[in-house]
């Protein structure tokens, strides 16, 4: 079965830098579109990245735009997450999505706490 | 682009029916039919009950429908039940190739 899994969260002082990664199996992860999505703390979903199968093509929501890069390894199936200036706003549960025709697939996410 | 604007909070007694609205805009909601509809628990990662305006996911009740006009989405519960008590979003592709989630909604059973 599909599964995502991510890593990579913690606790970080603000303006540094965080890497998340998303481990995928149980589907050809290199043929398929993966997003990031985040949720502050009793707050809603916010889309925050998306790249194409091939790692091509990436697009950013405008509070990360400059400052997250994604980026995916398809021979290890894997997606990542480059977060730099961090800021304290960036503090939220962060999810992996992996979009099929039919469905769609999520990590369990990874908290990242951005406090001084 | 900026969220996609649904009521706060929306409720009803068990068997009665909901729509849940979904406010965008021509560059968003209204450009493509490109829109899906998430349930979230407390504390789980959402589930997806409609993609592409009105298409169900395996395995997602019938009791969930939705659709379109113009730069609205609107996603309909009907029979309502306990466990239908969540969070709902809707997402939409934008014309600048990004994606924009809902502001939420929270369905209470009464």
């Known amino acids: 079965q599909v599964q995502l899994v991510e890593s990579g969260g913690g606790v970080v002082q603000p303006g540094r830098s965080l890497r998340l990664s998303c481990a995928g199996s149980?589907?050809?992860?290199?043929?398929?579109?993966m997003h990031w999505v985040r949720q502050a703390p009793g707050k809603g979903l916010e889309w925050v990245a998306v790249i194409s199968y091939d790692g091509i093509h990436k697009y950013y929501g405008d509070s990360v735009k400059g400052r997250f890069t994604i980026s995916r390894d398809n021979s290890k199936n894997t997606l990542f997450l480059q977060m730099n200036s961090l800021r304290p706003d960036d503090t939220a549960v962060y999810y992996c999505m992996s979009v099929h025709s039919d469905n769609d697939y999520w990590g369990q996410g990874t908290l990242v706490t951005v406090s001084s | 682009h900026s969220a996609l604007t649904q009521p706060a909070s929306v409720s009803a007694s068990p068997g009665q029916s909901i729509t849940i609205s979904c406010a965008g805009t021509s560059s968003d909601v209204g450009a493509y039919n490109y829109v899906s509809w998430y349930q979230q628990h407390p504390g789980k990662a959402p589930k997806l009950l409609i993609y592409?305006?009105?298409n169900r996911p395996s395995g997602v009740s019938n009791r969930f429908s939705a659709s379109k006009s113009g730069d609205t989405a609107s996603l309909t519960i009907s029979g309502l039940q306990a466990e239908d008590e969540a969070d709902y979003y809707c997402r939409s592709y934008t014309t600048s190739s990004t994606y924009v989630f809902g502001t939420g909604t929270r369905v209470t059973v009464l």
């Open positions: 592409e305006v009105t």
């Open positions: 149980g589907f050809t992860f290199s043929t398929y579109v």
